[in-house]
């Protein structure tokens, strides 16, 4: 069973660094598309950025510059290294993988909010 996990989630001020990690179990993620979603209470979910097996990272205009999408496939992990938050970053952020078959997988968020 495919299992995702976030971690890293925290308070910070307006300025400030996280990083989130995500760990995927139940399968190597070699392969499959993995990302990060962020989603304020009332508000939709919006997508931060797509890391895939090749290429580069793609993100999402308001975060481009300052976020980064790591993966490590010897981990199974893939990371979101936030610099310069700002408090419209506050959020609940969502790791999702999707694997060959194009079938989604979601973890349950870890809450990121930044204060000024």
């Known amino acids: 069973q495919v299992q995702l996990v976030e971690s890293g989630g925290a308070s910070v001020q307006d300025g400030g660094s996280l990083r989130l990690a995500c760990v995927l179990s139940?399968?190597?993620?070699?392969?499959?598309?993995m990302g990060w979603f962020r989603q304020v209470p009332g508000e939709q979910r919006e997508l931060v950025g797509l890391?895939?097996?090749?290429?580069?990272?793609k993100y999402a205009g308001s975060v481009q510059g300052r976020f980064t999408i790591i993966r490590d496939n010897a981990k199974n992990t893939v990371y979101l290294q936030m610099n310069s938050l700002k408090p419209e970053d506050t959020a609940v952020y969502y790791c999702?993988?999707?694997?060959?078959?194009?079938?989604?997988?979601w973890g349950k968020g870890t809450l990121v909010t930044v204060s000024s």
């Open positions: 999702t993988a999707a694997d060959l078959s194009g079938t989604d997988y």
């Open positions: 890391i895939f097996r090749i290429g580069s990272p």
């Open positions: 139940g399968h190597t993620f070699d392969g499959w598309k």
